[in-house]
């Protein structure tokens, strides 16, 4: 069952191969900690905290999290991620979603203006309204600062 699971993450990223859901979510935050050029421990820290609190997959976080790296490198748009959440997600799991990425953005201290423009990238992607994408940044800011 875990090696199933693991086979989600290492699919290569190609216009005929389908996507899953874990996948598209991982590169999605990765996205974002990669938008300013920089890695931050603590934006490593918060992907990996993020996507153990999603799964079921222990341990194997660090794995799923290099194999998901690799094909967010490999990839050419963020659409191919976006349109597999579209396709699977609630509204409710999208908003959940762009508050993950807010954590990561912010996860450092420094939210750099290219974090903001993959976020809001993703956002409209995901058909999200505006004011969500303004709210849920207001939230979690509020939320790291207490």
Not at 125 to 142: C, D, G, N, R
């Amino acid at each position: 069952m875990l090696n199933l699971l693991k086979s989600l993450f290492s699919m290569p990223i190609d216009s005929e191969e389908q996507i899953s859901y874990q996948k598209a979510v991982a590169a999605l935050l990765m996205e974002v900690m990669l938008a300013d050029h920089h890695v931050a421990p603590e934006e490593e820290k918060e992907i990996k905290r993020i996507l153990n609190e999603v799964s079921d997959l222990g341990d194997d976080i660090a794995l799923i999290y290099e194999e998901a790296r690799k094909g967010v490198d490999e990839a050419n748009d963020l659409y191919q991620f976006t349109k597999v959440i579209n396709d699977h997600a609630s509204l409710e799991q999208k908003m959940q979603l762009l508050k993950g990425l807010w954590h990561v953005a912010l996860s450092d201290g420094d939210l750099d203006a290219h974090e903001d423009h993959r976020i809001r990238r993703i956002s409209e992607l995901l058909f999200m309204p505006h004011s969500e994408f303004i709210q849920t940044k207001l939230a979690v800011q509020k939320e790291l600062k207490q």
